[in-house]
Structure formats: structure tokens, C-alpha cells
């Protein structure tokens, strides 16, 4: 044991670093009712998502002037008299589909989700292997306090009862 200061000190910041082990792990069961609130949530914001950029993106097209350009080529390629694209159609049948895809993406998450609690049960589920950091480390023998009750001054009265002797044995002490 180093006795220098240089070496009680990297010591002392060696044993205060938290120490990694590997542990392997088993998933067996996966619970379908978690797994359907997780996976609307996730759907659901997903669906938010593409709706912004889908709204973001049209008005950009429309500013641009990218959607004029594309009706007056439908109106020369197929000789129309007017053509317009109607974006609140387009809107709603993006915002319905979309919730539709949802609750249909759930669905199958959850089917899945059941598979593969049918499937863990025939081959004994998933090993996953996980690194597991030490977040408090126990004192050791040396370092763990004892408490020792004292007998107290003379005139202060009677001295406390000792613990109760388990039979057959010697009283243990305590912490």
C-alpha cells in the first residue's frame, strides 16, 4: 500500500469511481396494454409530426409558386380549361388517413407484442446483456461504524438492559 500523500490520493479517487459490471438480462414477457399506450403515443405524436411538415412544406410550395407551375402543366398536358388543387381536401384526407394508420400501427405493435409473448414461451425469450453501474458502494468491514452504548455517568440513574440473549448462544452485536 502506497503511504505517500500522492498515493493515498489516487487511492481515495480510485474507490470513489463507480465501479461496471456486465449482467445479463431476460425479457420473457412484454405486457400488450403497455405496449399499446406506448405505441399510441408514439403514432400519435409521429402523425403530428408529418402533419406540421406536410402543412410547412405546402406553404412553402405555394410561396415558391411550385403548385401554380404544376396546375398550368395538368391544364396543357390534358387541354382542361382550369384545373386547382384543393388543399383542404388534401388536408382532411391526410389528417384521417393518418389517424387511421395510427390506430391500425398500434394494433400491430400490439399483435406483435403478443407474438412475441407466444413465441418467448417456446423459446425461452431474449437475452439481453446490459452494462449495470454501481450507484452506491457498501463501506467496507473496516470503515462500517459499530455503535456502542455506554453505561451512563454515575447518579444518572440505572445502567440500560443489555439485548435479549437468542437461546442457545451468545448476544450478537448490533450494526
Same mark, same amino acid.
Given at each position: ?15 470513489? #469511481?463507480?465501479? +461496471?459490471?456486465?449482467?445479463?438480462? $431476460? /425479457? ?6 403497455? %405496449? =399499446?399506450?406506448?405505441? @399510441? ?50 388536408? #382532411?384526407?391526410? +389528417?384521417?388517413?393518418?389517424?387511421? $394508420? /395510427? ?6 405493435? %400490439? =399483435?406483435?407484442?403478443? @407474438? ?60
Amino acid at each position: 500500500m502506497p503511504r505517500s500523500a500522492v498515493g493515498r490520493a489516487l487511492r481515495a479517487r480510485s474507490n470513489r #469511481r463507480l465501479r +461496471a459490471r456486465r449482467v445479463r438480462r $431476460l /425479457v420473457r414477457h412484454v405486457e400488450p396494454w403497455s %405496449v =399499446l399506450k406506448v405505441s @399510441l403515443i408514439l403514432y400519435f405524436c409521429a402523425w403530428v409530426v408529418m402533419l406540421f411538415v406536410g402543412v410547412t412544406l405546402w406553404n412553402l410550395a405555394v410561396s415558391s409558386g411550385l403548385v401554380a407551375n404544376i396546375e398550368n402543366f395538368v391544364v396543357e398536358l390534358f387541354a382542361l380549361e382550369s384545373f386547382t388543387i384543393n388543399a383542404d381536401q388534401i388536408f #382532411r384526407i391526410a +389528417a384521417v388517413g393518418g389517424l387511421v $394508420l /395510427v390506430l391500425a400501427g398500434s394494433g400491430l405493435t %400490439v =399483435l406483435g407484442a403478443v @407474438l412475441f409473448n407466444l413465441i418467448s414461451d417456446v423459446t425461452g425469450g431474449v437475452r439481453l446483456t446490459v452494462i449495470e453501474e454501481e450507484t452506491a458502494r457498501p463501506r467496507s468491514r473496516r470503515t462500517r461504524r459499530r455503535v456502542l452504548v455506554a453505561a451512563p455517568p454515575p447518579g444518572m440513574g440505572s445502567p440500560p438492559e443489555p439485548p435479549p440473549t437468542p437461546p442457545g448462544g451468545t448476544p450478537r452485536a448490533r450494526g
